[in-house]
């Protein structure tokens, strides 16, 4: 079956630096949605990615789509404190309202 | 935006009793919802896809008689765990299915078998 991974698993890095997540699928997917998970809390819905090559920033946060829509990833500028929590991919398949989640990376900062 | 309700946050029960947990589209219709496992430190995975007015869709290695789904109405489905174990103790979590395909997750449900 489909599988999702994500490296790296951990990243502690100190507040102001750069952190990036690289997500990887053994399929090619429809799209690639993102999700932050806060400790103890649920996934919350960051961004979708539809088209080939797509790029997309919100504010601090960069996401692209691969060529071969089989992976993306996830680059933070400048972390801050509120940015710790767990980041998850997920990929859809064409006609198909199923996601596949990836491993997830688990960010750190040190203040 | 979308919010999706799932009660109760926390059970605390003996082994051998079933466990319900609701799980609520409050502003949308959600015509498919689905249900997650999530172990501490680890990813999510997918137990069942839930369609409004149909049998659900269970993932392969998932007992479909250990957790039953019913998805009655276009807001409102519901895991049941039968029979619970300390096995069974996890954190699970449903999700609604919006536009786009874009779930919106509940606050998930954190169950401790004794």
């Known amino acids: 079956g489909q599988q999702v991974m994500q490296i790296p698993q951990y990243q502690h890095v100190q507040e102001g630096e750069d952190f990036t997540t690289y997500c990887n699928s053994s399929?090619?997917?429809?799209?690639i949605q993102w999700y932050k998970q806060r400790p103890g809390g649920h996934p919350v819905f960051l961004i979708q990615?539809?088209?080939?090559?797509e790029v997309k920033k919100q504010k601090r946060l960069t996401f692209q789509f691969g060529e071969a829509k089989k992976n993306s990833s996830l680059h933070i500028t400048a972390t801050q404190t509120t940015d710790v929590g767990t980041y998850f991919c997920?990929?859809?398949?064409?006609?198909?309202?199923?996601?596949?989640f990836g491993t997830g990376t688990r960010l750190t900062i040190i203040p | 935006g979308a919010v999706v309700s799932q009660h109760p946050s926390r059970v605390i029960c003996k082994s051998g009793t079933s466990v319900k947990i609701e799980c609520r589209s409050l502003?949308?219709?959600?015509?498919?919802m689905f249900w997650y496992r999530q172990f501490p430190k680890q990813s999510l995975m997918l137990m069942a896809t839930?369609?409004?007015?149909?049998?659900?869709?269970?993932e392969q290695g998932v007992e479909k008689d250990k957790f039953l789904i019913n998805h009655a109405s276009l807001t409102l489905s519901t895991l049941t765990v039968t029979s619970a174990h300390p096995e069974d103790s996890s954190f699970y979590i449903c999700?609604?299915?919006?536009?786009?395909?874009?779930?919106?997750f509940g606050a998930g449900t954190r169950l401790s078998v004794l």
């Open positions: 999700s609604a299915s919006g536009a786009k395909n874009i779930q919106y």
């Open positions: 399929t090619t997917l429809s799209n």
């Open positions: 990615l539809v088209k080939s090559g």
């Open positions: 997920a990929g859809g398949a064409t006609g198909n309202e199923k996601l596949t």
């Open positions: 502003d949308f219709q959600a015509t498919t």
């Open positions: 839930s369609n409004e007015g149909s049998k659900a869709t269970y």
